[in-house]
């Protein structure tokens, strides 16, 4: 019987064992043993054989977050690894060589961008970086060399959102592969794949998890691209601990109606702010004033739990507001059950210059909240008399 994706995310589960266990068992083993010296010359001679070895190689906790993820994104298969950057390190690494060439939007994550401008040089990889506001431009960036196009959507912490629809057609004229970065939006709001994406990457320690416990990565996509990285990761080590598998596959029990909540308080609170004469802009992809409303509309079946301001008062505002709030979060995670808080100019991104700071979107008084579960009403109290004291 064709099951729907919120009933799968509850049921997929390893099969029980003889304890009959209702709630999914967690193997916390780092090695598995053998019946024989036959099994287990066999289980080292062939790389096919569904047998586990070495938690660094497969767990059935492992596992079994892997098929759940993959079935949720529509993906073949999936490897799972330590955390986001551990999936999005493995992704480049296995797919690019030296002399290949990566084109990726500009509004990527921190550590994405350090790993594209600083350390794929060093092995003779080189970019270009396309602008989200500026699709048009990206055929032209292709080379012969281009093995591999990146993108977010929507972006941290801009909310940029790009048509994974027209990036798939390019793709596909150049036989480039197009990977994801659908972190913001999960599964349950948006599926990259349905769009024409090659693989999808998540920083499982956002909303997967979404009580911020745990650090968890994960790349979905196509049976013989996902066989690949998968060896890249069993060999270089970034794979992911069963314990965290185990804490990431239950919360994906929760995810659809995780997502349903955060997004209804995220559109409620965005609509109240927006208007509000301390701020320059509200933005938020199911805000009708969103540039790129429509394609939101297209691709993501509600808004996502984020949502940034800009205060007119620029970085000192931004400071200002953080110190006001009474019990809304300060840290730098985000997609937890818990609002927060952030300032990426005097925070996160304070490294960057202003220069490099505004072609990504972030301007001196940007605040990204990612909204939590608790009443919308007591989360909005705390932003207005905090944008009261910001002034
Ligand atoms: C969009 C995005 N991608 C990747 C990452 C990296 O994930 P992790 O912190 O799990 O390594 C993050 C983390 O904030 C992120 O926001």
Redesign the pocket.
Known sequence: MEQHNETRAVRIQTRKTGEKEHSTPLFLTSSFTYDSAEDMAAAFADDSLDVNIYSRFSNPTTDEFIEKIATLEGAEDGVATA????A?FGTFMTFLSKGDHIVSSSA??G??HTIITKYLSKWGIDYSYFSMNRPEEIEGLIRPNTKLLYV?TP??PGLDIIDLDYLSSICKRYNVLLVV?N??ATPAVQQPIRFGADLV?H????FIDGQGRV???VVVGRKELIKEIYLFIRNTGPSMSPFNAWVLSKSLETLYIRMDRHAQSALQIAQQLEGHPALRMVKYPFLPSHPQYETAKKMMRNGGGIVTFDLKGGIESGRKFLNALQWLSMT???GDSRTIASHPASTTHSKLSEAERQAVGITPGLVRLSVGLEHPDDILADILQALRQAE
Do not use: P, Y
């Not at 955390?83 to 551990?86: D, K, L, Q, S």
């Not at 920083?203 to 956002?206: D, E, N, V």
């Open positions: 955390t986001g950057m551990a999005v990527v994550f550590s994405t977010e972006s941290n970065d972190c913001f990457i920083s499982a320690t956002k650090l968890g990565g730098n995670n985000l």
